[in-house]
């Protein structure tokens, strides 16, 4: 009787550290550019190939991600069979860990680690166009998600850069449970189709910027979803407080659409010890030290 091996990997939380809004085009979509990371905390999927898909979902952050059946592994799975229909499927297991509708992609890096998980499967190369067709058609946020590297993010999310490599960036994530749409805070944001905006260029971010190179470079920054995130969701404004005023923060941002913002350090102790503040402080918050990568 043959064992079935089990395929796993993790799907970490992405960290947006700027994200600009360039316009919105006029299909309805919003044009970007953003420099993306990842970070330790992640969920984890397991996948047993078999004949039949399946997905079971638990952990902490389970019941918020809603159906199996719509979860994004769930859809993922779909749009790369439409693409390869003859690859193997199986039994996905998902530990929900991360904040949900929080603005760190956690349903979108779930989908790309299952397209991760069903290539090795079925002998696809990383690389395979049809990965990347999957994702697309998966979510605007999946592609960036199948290679959980640092690197620039534009257009809807489709064009992509190449991986870079930033300096050791030791973050506190917080998240105030308190879920926050993104479809709400573009409609916030007010910006018609064809309109453009003027609020400047992107920093040049180069490969493998030292640490105070590179925060000079991200002060240039900024997440234009920030100020309509927090009319939404006005504990947004509380929580970026919170993190400025912990010792040794260097930079406090929103990431993506909210509501999870983040702090950078220049040491792990620094960031350590800033998140067991935070948490002591406001233990109904989802607090998190960890490295960007």
């Known amino acids: 009787m043959s064992s079935v091996k ?5 799907a970490p939380a992405k960290i947006n550290l700027t994200l600009h809004i360039e316009g919105r085009r006029d299909d309805g979509y919003h044009e970007l550019q953003s420099l993306v990371a990842f970070a330790g905390a992640a969920d984890l999927l397991t996948l047993a190939p078999g004949d039949h898909f399946s997905l079971v979902v638990d952990g902490p952050t389970a019941q918020a991600a809603g159906e199996a059946g719509d979860n994004l592994v769930a859809r993922a799975e779909r749009a790369l069979f439409e693409e390869k229909p003859g690859l193997r499927s199986g039994a996905f297991h998902l530990a929900k860990r991360l904040p949900v509708a929080a603005g760190v992609g956690g349903g979108s890096s779930d989908a790309a680690a299952a397209l ?7 002998g696809l190369a990383p690389d395979d166009p049809a990965l990347y067709a999957a994702a697309r058609k998966t979510g605007a946020d999946v592609p960036v998600c199948l290679a959980p590297q640092a690197k620039m993010m534009s257009g809807i999310g489709e064009r992509l850069g190449p991986p870079l490599k930033l300096p050791p960036l030791f973050a506190v994530l917080v998240n105030p449970r308190q879920p926050v749409e993104t479809r709400a805070v573009f409609a916030k944001l007010g910006l018609k189709p064809g309109e453009t905006t003027s609020y400047g260029p992107h920093p040049l971010i ?16 900024r997440n234009d979803m920030e100020d309509a995130a927090s009319v939404l969701a006005p504990v947004i404004g509380h929580v970026l407080a919170v993190l400025s005023g912990a010792r040794g923060c260097r930079l406090a941002r929103m990431s993506g659409s909210g509501a999870t913002c983040f702090a950078l350090f220049e040491t792990c102790r620094q960031a350590g010890a800033a998140a067991r503040a935070i948490a002591r402080g406001h233990p109904e918050w989802w607090v998190k030290a960890t490295v960007l990568r």
């Open 116 to 122: 991760r998980l069903l290539a090795e499967a079925g």
């Open 206 to 221: 180069a490969d493998g910027m030292d640490f105070e190179s590179f925060l000079r470079a991200l002060n240039k920054g």
């Open 6 to 10: 089990i395929l796993a990997t993790r």
